[in-house]
């Protein structure tokens, strides 16, 4: 039981990770800090993508849940809903370079808007 949790909460930190490369970059506007921690996983997302390799967290996952005793992905909730959005079954690799590139796009226009809010306030006069 206990590798079963272990691989449920896997695949949630997993699937926290994609979100947070993904749209990590809207974090930033409210806590500046965030950036730092952003933007090596935007990096690393990307490359996951462009390059075709395999998330660390997916061998692990499946290891957990072998060791669990299961087959595959069959059956609950998280297996049923949750794992599609991370493993589609027809994962290209001209749909990991989109992924890839839509990563890029979220994240260049999410750190551009914030760049140009720092220059408006940097070059807004002083309250009288």
């Known amino acids: 039981m206990m590798f079963l949790i272990a691989a449920h909460v896997t695949l949630i930190l997993h699937i926290g990770f ?3 490369v ?3 970059g809207f974090l ?3 806590w500046r800090w ?3 921690l952003h933007i090596p996983a935007a990096v690393w997302g990307a490359l996951i993508e462009y390059r075709g390799w395999v998330c660390p967290l997916t061998p692990l996952e499946n290891r957990l849940r072998e060791a669990a005793g299961q087959a595959g ?3 609950g909730f998280l297996e049923q809903y949750l794992l599609p959005v991370l493993y589609p079954e027809a994962l290209s690799r001209e749909a990991q370079i989109v ?3 839509f990563v890029i796009i979220i994240n260049v226009l999410a ?3 914030l ?3 720092s220059r408006a306030r940097k070059n807004r006069p002083p309250a009288s």
Request: include cysteine; glycine fraction near 16%.
């Open 18 to 20: 994609v979100c947070f």
């Open 73 to 75: 992905y069959s059956g």
């Open 115 to 117: 760049i140009r809010r």
């Open 111 to 113: 750190y551009g808007w």
């Open 28 to 30: 930033a506007w409210r």
């Open 99 to 101: 992924l890839g590139t």
């Open 22 to 24: 993904a749209l990590g």
């Open 34 to 36: 965030v950036l730092f």
